[in-house]
Antibody, heavy 127, light 107 residues
């Protein structure tokens, strides 16, 4: 059973950079066929895909956030990370890391669904 | 971006009821729609992927159907543990988007 666990500061000052880490256990992040992903949920609201990374380090970002995002993967530690710069109150949310399953569609490996999720971590952007 | 619109936004039902939640995509997403269940304070849990494939370990009372722009999630006989919020999601194109959610509570 794959387990994902988010970690990082729960409070970030506006204009600063949010940094989160997701540690994966029960499976290797170096196994092909997955997008390691971040999804966030604003308080009492719906879900928003933030971005994904494969174990090669190829990144796929939500265009609405792309200019502020950096994702990376550390296969030696079996973890991946998210950095979001210039945060505002609008970035206050529960951030989930998740494993995305890739399937072959029209000769390309593309995301199908998210099968395992971390428990989530609340990040508040406030002074 | 592809908009996913769920209906209803909330629903009251009783144990044993058959419930259907619908999700409409703003453009054709083929069959690349997933359904998740979320309980308060918990992460979403995958129920159905690619419109109709039941995720391993999910009770058979859950089923999904649809293609193109219209999709449904059906719970054949509500159990007490099924009262939760349900989200649809499209993975046809980036950015992957979710519906706004349907909150299912006890009548």
């Amino acid at each position: 059973q794959v387990h994902l666990q988010e970690s990082g500061p729960g409070l970030v000052r506006p204009s600063q950079t949010l940094s989160l880490l997701c540690t994966v256990s029960g499976g290797s992040i170096s196994s092909g066929g997955f997008y390691w992903s971040w999804i966030r949920q604003h308080p009492g609201k719906g879900l928003e895909w933030v971005g994904s990374i494969d174990y090669f380090g190829n990144t796929y970002y939500n265009p609405s956030l792309k200019s502020r995002l950096t994702m990376s993967v550390d296969t030696s530690k079996n973890e991946f990370s998210l950095k979001m710069s210039s945060v505002t109150a609008a970035d206050t949310a529960v951030y989930y890391c998740a494993r995305g399953i890739l399937v072959l569609r029209s000769s390309n490996w593309l995301l199908s669904h998210f099968d395992f999720w971390g428990q989530g971590t609340l990040v508040t952007a406030s002074s | 971006d592809i908009q996913m619109t769920q209906s209803p936004s909330s629903l009251s039902a009783s144990v044993g009821d058959r419930v259907t939640i619908t999700c409409r995509a703003s453009q054709d997403v083929s069959r690349y729609v997933n359904w998740y269940q979320q309980k308060p304070g918990k992460a979403p849990m995958l129920l159905i992927f690619t419109a109709s494939t039941l995720q391993s370990g999910v009770p058979s009372g859950f089923s999904g159907s649809g293609s193109g722009t219209d999709f449904t999630l059906t719970i054949s006989s509500l159990q007490p543990e099924d009262f939760a919020t349900y989200f649809c999601q499209q993975t046809y194109s980036v950015p992957y988007t979710f519906g706004q959610g349907t909150k299912l509570d006890i009548k």
